[in-house]
T-cell receptor, first 111, second 112 residues
Framework: EPEVTQTPSHQVTQMGQEVILRCVPI?????FYWYRQILGQKVEFLVS????????KSEIFDDQFSVERPDGSNFTLKIRSTKLEDSAMYFC?????????FGPGTRLTVT | GQQVMQIPQYQHVQEGEDFTTYCNSS?????IQWYKQRPGGHPVFLIQ?????EVKKQKRLTFQFGEAKKNSSLHITATQTTDVGTYFC????????????FGQGTTLQVKP
């Protein structure tokens, strides 16, 4: 069964550093999303992406965040200057027929 | 913005007991989805409810959408240890392709 993949599974970075989280959505899906989940809390929407542009973003998704689809398969989330409070699980998801398929997530730890 | 309240936050049951989690919205929903997240895992889609008063079953899981489309519930009959995890309701905004707003989740622990 096709699945969303994410790399790395765990990223440790120092405050102020840039990180890029990578996702490979399911190949025939057209809508892509990033969510984050701070440990023990609910899943929070960050951004949605369609037709090579952002279709919606949350208030969490400020100027420090950006997304790209650099080629036909990868979908990336960049955090320019990480803060301690960016520590969380980051999930990529892609959509077909109203169902969002989530990747396994990247655990980001900012020290 | 849109919020969905989910209760309880935690539920500990003995294996074989039933379990229910509830979601409530102050506004009428077009539809509602349910996801399961195993410990250390990612959310996995379970079901979408669209119609007022809709009831859907998946083996021991029963999902209901309220008549007013403002609340929903997930009921598990005769829980098993494999049911352990966090169950989230989620509301898609801006149509089915829009962002999902998740409830706070109910974490289910099942004692064997």
């Amino acid at each position: 069964e096709p699945e969303v993949t994410q790399t790395p599974s765990h990223q440790v970075t120092q405050m102020g550093q840039e990180v890029i989280l990578r996702c490979v959505p399911i190949s025939n899906h057209l809508y892509f999303y990033w969510y984050r989940q701070i440990l023990g809390q609910k899943v929070e929407f960050l951004v949605s992406f369609y037709n090579n542009e952002i279709s919606e973003k949350s208030e969490i998704f400020d100027d420090q965040f950006s997304v790209e689809r650099p080629d036909g398969s990868n979908f990336t989330l960049k955090i320019r200057s990480t803060k301690l409070e960016d520590s969380a699980m980051y999930f990529c998801a892609s959509l077909v027929a109203a169902e969002q398929y989530f990747g396994p997530g990247t655990r980001l730890t900012v020290t | 913005g849109q919020q969905v309240m989910q209760i309880p936050q935690y539920q500990h049951v003995q294996e074989g007991e039933d379990f229910t989690t509830y979601c409530n919205s102050s506004t009428t929903l077009s539809n509602i989805q349910w996801y399961k997240q195993r410990p250390g895992g990612h959310p996995v889609f379970l079901i979408q409810l669209v119609k007022s008063g809709e009831v859907k079953k998946q083996k021991r899981l029963t999902f209901q959408f309220g008549e007013a489309k403002k609340n929903s519930s997930l009921h598990i009959t005769a829980t098993q240890t494999t049911d352990v995890g966090t169950y989230f309701c989620a509301v898609p905004l801006s149509g089915n392709t829009g962002k999902l707003i998740f409830g706070q989740g109910t974490t289910l622990q099942v004692k064997p």
